[in-house]
């Protein structure tokens, strides 16, 4: 099908597939609410001296002046350091998991068939990561009681979730107002990152090619360096 595109869903599909880069936009947002923790774990990883946060963000490309000349950090530095990125952005940037009852997603007698309340995970996204990894291995490691009395038992391996839960954070699109969403149903985990498939990737070469570009270029240069300890283990940012 055919579809005219009108100048907001030509900015939006740009976004969508990672030809306009979300994490190099510039947020209002105080540099001195990052200078946390996360902050000082990368600035000493990197050897990098004890400067004003405005000299060092500057000079690592995490903030730019805008056109009035005013310093504003960039979405990616707000991701990286905020211990509340999800409320100081305008977008959302959390992790939700839902344990589902089934197979289907369904509504029964007006409620969905959720099992408990959704999990919100939020803060830097070496955190969220870490977080989402922990929280979800330990559901899959607890299994899920059916109604038929016996308890479903997952066989994915720890590295496939690591990893997918990596990806989904690292390179989602951090311009749509949606969160990841991870759904835990009777036999099997499904990960939703918003945004289209990036750059050169389709349907039909997704796990032969390699996408020519990070959708989130800056976010993943400077999560790498965010040391051991303070985020993920033994999953290379790909």
């Given at each position: 099908v055919n579809k005219m595109l009108n100048p907001q869903d030509i900015v939006h599909l740009a976004y969508v597939k990672g030809f306009s880069r979300s994490d190099k936009e510039l947020v209002e947002v105080d540099l001195n609410l990052l200078k946390t923790d996360f902050y000082e774990a990368w600035r000493k990883k990197r050897g990098i001296s004890e400067n004003p946060i405005e000299l060092i963000f500057g000079k690592t490309g995490l903030a730019r002046q805008n056109e009035t000349g005013k310093l504003l950090p960039t979405r990616a530095a707000v991701l990286l350091f905020a211990e509340f990125p999800n409320d100081l952005l305008e977008t959302k940037c959390s992790v939700r998991v839902f344990q589902i009852e089934g197979n289907l997603e369904t509504i029964t007698k007006e409620t969905l068939n959720w099992i408990g309340t959704p999990k919100n995970i939020n803060g830097p996204v070496a955190k969220q990561i870490?977080?989402?990894?922990?929280?979800?291995?330990?559901?899959?490691?607890?299994?899920?009681?059916?109604?038929?009395?016996?308890?479903?038992?997952?066989?994915?391996?720890?590295?496939?979730?690591?990893?997918?839960?990596?990806?989904?954070?690292?390179?989602?699109?951090?311009?749509?107002?949606?969160?990841?969403?991870?759904?835990?149903?009777?036999?099997?985990?499904?990960?939703?990152?918003?945004?289209?498939?990036?750059?050169?990737?389709?349907?039909?070469?997704?796990?032969?090619?390699?996408?020519?570009?990070?959708?989130?270029?800056?976010?993943?240069?400077?999560?790498?360096?965010?040391?051991?300890?303070?985020?993920?283990?033994?999953?290379?940012l790909q």
């Amino acid at each position: 099908v055919n579809k005219m595109l009108n100048p907001q869903d030509i900015v939006h599909l740009a976004y969508v597939k990672g030809f306009s880069r979300s994490d190099k936009e510039l947020v209002e947002v105080d540099l001195n609410l990052l200078k946390t923790d996360f902050y000082e774990a990368w600035r000493k990883k990197r050897g990098i001296s004890e400067n004003p946060i405005e000299l060092i963000f500057g000079k690592t490309g995490l903030a730019r002046q805008n056109e009035t000349g005013k310093l504003l950090p960039t979405r990616a530095a707000v991701l990286l350091f905020a211990e509340f990125p999800n409320d100081l952005l305008e977008t959302k940037c959390s992790v939700r998991v839902f344990q589902i009852e089934g197979n289907l997603e369904t509504i029964t007698k007006e409620t969905l068939n959720w099992i408990g309340t959704p999990k919100n995970i939020n803060g830097p996204v070496a955190k969220q990561i870490t977080d989402a990894h922990e929280y979800v291995l330990e559901l899959l490691k607890l299994g899920m009681r059916v109604p038929s009395g016996f308890k479903t038992t997952y066989s994915i391996p720890e590295r496939a979730v690591k990893e997918a839960i990596t990806n989904a954070v690292i390179h989602r699109d951090y311009h749509t107002k949606r969160d990841i969403e991870i759904r835990i149903f009777e036999d099997r985990v499904e990960i939703e990152s918003p945004g289209l498939l990036p750059f050169n990737i389709t349907p039909s070469n997704i796990g032969i090619e390699r996408s020519h570009q990070y959708r989130n270029d800056l976010l993943v240069k400077h999560l790498r360096d965010i040391p051991e300890g303070t985020m993920i283990h033994n999953i290379e940012l790909q």
